[in-house]
């Protein structure tokens, strides 16, 4: 029957918000070490059409290794990782080399842990280690043009700010947005810089 049915559907939806629930309560974000790197590369085939060898993963974890990190729904679960790196000075064309640049290469969560906050979570952690291990004054990301859900992540969220539009970026040839948050900034400043600082003011208050 009619009321069968709605029952049945607000049972379904009161179960999956409990479900939903207990999976953010019992995720937690931790630094990554070498034994996640597999899980971290099975995580970006599943979920991105940008993949990378596991040397490239290695590569990551041994030069830059506090600022790598993972989730977990429960210990042994994998749910999501940040892959991240500082940028020398040949590849930061377009900013202030007097500044130390951090960069996000990927980000991803398992589908069936989205919508809980774990890539906030994930990013917020890379950042904060950015500037705790390395004196970092801001962090730069890639995001395809396309994808609506990041964009809302990255600008409204996270408050990065999109700086250019760079060409057929990607291997398929889409666009992406080049994005950039400032973590803290040195005295000096540019123009650039002082709307960073204004932006970052405007979310504190």
């Known amino acids: 029957s009619a009321a069968s049915d709605l ?15 207990l999976r953010n309560y019992m995720v937690s974000i931790r630094r990554a070490t070498p034994d996640d790197l597999m899980d971290m590369q099975i995580c970006n085939l599943s979920n991105l059409p940008e993949n990378y060898q596991l040397k490239y993963y290695m590569y990551h974890i041994f030069s830059w290794p506090h ?16 892959l991240a790196k500082l940028e020398d000075e040949a590849d930061t064309e377009g900013h202030d080399d007097k500044l130390v640049h951090g960069h996000i290469t990927s980000i991803s969560v398992l589908r069936t842990y989205r919508r809980l906050g774990i890539a906030t979570k994930l990013m917020l952690a890379a950042e904060e280690a950015m500037k705790e291990a390395y004196n970092g004054d801001y962090v730069s ?3 395809r043009v396309t994808n609506r859900a990041a ?16 060409k057929k970026y990607y291997a398929d040839s889409e666009d992406a947005y080049e994005t950039v948050s400032y973590t803290h900034l040195r005295a000096h400043e540019t123009s650039l810089h002082l709307v960073c600082r204004l932006l970052l003011e405007k979310k504190k208050k």
């Open 141 to 143: 990301l890639h995001v």
């Open 7 to 21: 029952y049945k559907g607000q049972y379904q939806r009161r179960v999956h918000g409990i479900q939903k629930i």
């Open 151 to 166: 964009i809302g992540l990255y600008k409204d969220v996270l408050k990065f700010r999109i700086m250019k539009v760079e």
């Open 67 to 82: 600022i790598l990190y993972v989730a977990e729904a429960r210990p042994g679960k994998f749910a999501g990782y940040v």
